[in-house]
């Protein structure tokens, strides 16, 4: 009795972390580079394992494991030459204004009022040798594969594209992901990144998809909780047994 009461219950608190997890996806779908979270359903060991089955019960948590899915999204095209796609591994750089990088996939970039090369947030993007700086009247900037960025025939910079060695070593912050405190990411440039103007990438978050799931996770909450109050009326018989006893 209590083994179904106890499962019903974390299983549920791992099926609300999954639903929220869900709603992020669906409410960034549409953002530019950002890069869904699926879940797995975990149970592991919070205590000794030792002992009787209930207190081994006891020490065991149920939870939603959640992992970034840094799969590509799609590239659509624009007339905008501030628009640019990675295609393939990597991630832009951006200067965030407590010195930190962000490691982004999005490249909606425009220039800003000093003609410095920035997000969307107007923070600086990284370039090969620091700030990316356009000449004011100097022509439309030109961005080939390599990142590099033109004005007529004159250099102006190059797009810093960098790969992470290792993934997990990141966590999400807002436009992108910033590399955890401690934790080395392996950051490695790119040397011939391939780099594509006039594009940007959306998101790799299926709203058809996120919605199935939503629907199997609502399904899921709402079987756990019957079993949850099937298993509380029987209690309630026991003692209202034991009780008359």
């Known amino acids: 009795m209590y083994l179904g009461l106890y ?3 974390a299983a549920m608190t791992g099926l609300e972390k999954w639903q929220a997890l869900i709603s992020q ?18 149970g592991e060991s919070a205590g000794p394992q030792g002992g009787r089955f ?20 799609q590239f659509v095209p624009t007339d905008n030459p501030l628009d640019v796609a990675i295609d393939g591994d990597g991630f832009f750089e951006v200067e965030q204004p407590d010195g930190r990088t962000l490691l982004t996939r ?20 990284i370039g090969a040798m620091g700030d990316i700086q356009l000449v004011p009247g ?30 997990d070593a990141l966590e999400a912050s807002s436009g992108g992901f910033i590399v955890k405190d401690g934790q080395n990411a392996q950051l490695q440039d790119i040397e011939t990144p391939r780099v594509l103007q006039g594009h940007y990438e959306t998101s790799n978050v299926s709203p058809v998809r996120e919605m199935v799931n939503l629907i199997a996770v609502t399904r899921a909450y709402e079987a756990n909780e019957k079993v949850i109050q099937t298993h509380d009326r029987q209690l309630d018989r026991a003692i209202q047994t034991f009780s008359v006893q």
Not at 32 to 41: D, E, L
Not at 54 to 73: M, S, W, Y
Not at 106 to 118: C, E
């Open 138 to 167: 100097g022509g439309a900037p030109r961005i080939d594969l390599q990142g590099r960025v033109f004005q007529g025939l004159n250099q102006v910079g190059r797009l810093s594209v960098v790969q992470v060695g290792k993934l």
């Open 25 to 42: 996806n669906l409410a960034n779908s549409s953002v530019a580079g950002y890069k869904g979270v699926t879940v797995s359903m975990q």
């Open 7 to 9: 499962q019903g219950s």
């Open 106 to 125: 999005d490249g909606q970039f425009h220039v800003s009022a000093d003609n410095i090369l920035v997000n969307k947030s107007s923070q600086p993007v």
């Open 54 to 73: 209930g207190q081994v019960l006891q020490n065991t948590i149920i939870d939603a494991k959640p992992k970034v899915d840094f799969a590509q999204g």
